[in-house]
Structures are given as C-alpha cells and as structure tokens.
C-alpha cells in the first residue's frame, strides 16, 4: 500500500514531531515533508504533489487563513486539515469558509485526529459537532451582525491576542509586523466594534465566549 504524503506545518517542533510518531505507527499515513512558518509552507505546496496538509492555524507571519486561500488558488485539489489551540468558536467557520475541509483541536486524541487526517484525505469533510451547530448559526439570516463578525480575518487575530492580554509589541513579533501596523489593526478593531479600549474588549471577547483558554 502507497502512504499518504502528509505535509505537516507547525512552527513548534515539538508538536511536530508528536505527530510524526503518531503517523509512523500507521500503515497508510506519513509525513512527507514539514513547514515552519508560512512560506516553507508555500514552497513545499508549490513544490510537490501532497495527499494532504494539517496546518496550524497560527503560523508566524502570514496567518492560517491567509495560507488557506493561498494554497486553494494554486492547488485547489489539496485537502487541507486545520489543526489548532484555538478552540472552535475562535476560527473554525472562518477556517471552512477559507477552504479548509476540516478543522480539529490539539486536544483532540490520536485517534481522532487519525480519523480527521484520513477522511479529509480521501476528499471528505471533518467538523466537529459543535463546528456544525456554528457553521449551521452561520448561514441562518441573522438580524443583528454582532460586531466582532465586521472585523476582517488578520484584525480578528489580532483580536484574540489582545484580548489575551498580550501587548502590541509582542503581537507584532509573533505575526512578524511592525507594532504601527498592529497598533492601527487595533484602532480598527476598536473602532469597527464600537469599544473604546482594551477593557471592554476583553469583557465583550469573555460574555460572547470568544476568550482564549489556552496558549498558542
């Protein structure tokens, strides 16, 4: 039986190679190749015919969603698997409606995650319940757009790093921007939303149910 080429990206090692001895006690799956950041990702898509890709949503500089619709403009076959700290209210219909076939948590254990792989490799579609009751609120015609769903998919993870307390320097380095352009990523949040400082938008991020629990 031919193994399918995963391309893994991750910029921790030590989740990547958690994954890799996942994949290596299997008999259909392997990983084929690694990316630790956005444009090792590129390079490897552009380079190589993949069977798939489980991405994680935060890459240093150019975010997951960027990613995904990078790569579904230049390789639309490629089924990708989003795989994530964040949990599903963060990205997950964001993440579907880029392109991704499915997404999961890094909570989730090796069996489900060994399901995912395999399903969104043979052109299927894996969701949690709880994506599927986002993704089905999602479409219903809303009344009232609430005000964090205005913000574009770079100022909604700024977003959720600020509401994790983080400062705009450090927000810049993880992203590889400067603190100028996230500080105007912040006026614009604040701004779009109707908040006037970082207070209110943690307490908004914490009734909405949209404060991030874990770390990256």
């Known amino acids: 039986m031919q193994k399918i080429q995963v391309l893994l990206a991750d910029d921790h090692a030590i989740i990547r190679d958690g994954l890799k001895q996942i994949l290596s006690d299997t008999d259909d799956l392997v990983v084929g190749g690694e990316a630790a ?29 960027d990613l ?39 909570e989730s254990d090796s069996e489900v995650l060994l399901a995912a792989i395999r399903r969104v490799a043979a052109g299927g579609v894996y969701i949690s319940e ?53 500080s105007t990523h912040k006026t614009h949040i604040l701004h779009k939303m109707g908040i006037a400082n970082s207070g209110e938008l943690i307490r908004y991020a914490i009734t909405h149910g949209l404060a991030e629990q874990s770390e990256i």
């Open 130 to 182: 709880k994506v599927a009751e986002l993704m089905v609120r999602d479409i219903r015609p809303v009344v009232e757009t609430l005000p964090h769903d205005l913000l574009s998919d770079r100022e909604y993870q700024v977003f959720n790093m600020l509401v994790r307390g983080m400062g705009l320097t450090e927000i810049g380095q993880e992203l590889s921007l400067s603190v100028k352009t996230i």
């Open 37 to 65: 950041n956005g444009v090792e990702v590129m390079q490897l898509v552009r380079d190589k015919d993949w069977g798939m890709l489980v991405l994680d949503i935060s890459m240093p500089g150019r975010s997951g969603l």
């Open 68 to 106: 995904v619709r990078m790569i579904k403009d230049e390789k639309p076959a490629l089924p990708i698997l989003i795989l994530s700290m964040h949990h599903e209210e963060q990205y997950a219909v964001r993440a579907i409606h880029a392109g991704a076939s499915g997404y999961l948590t890094k």
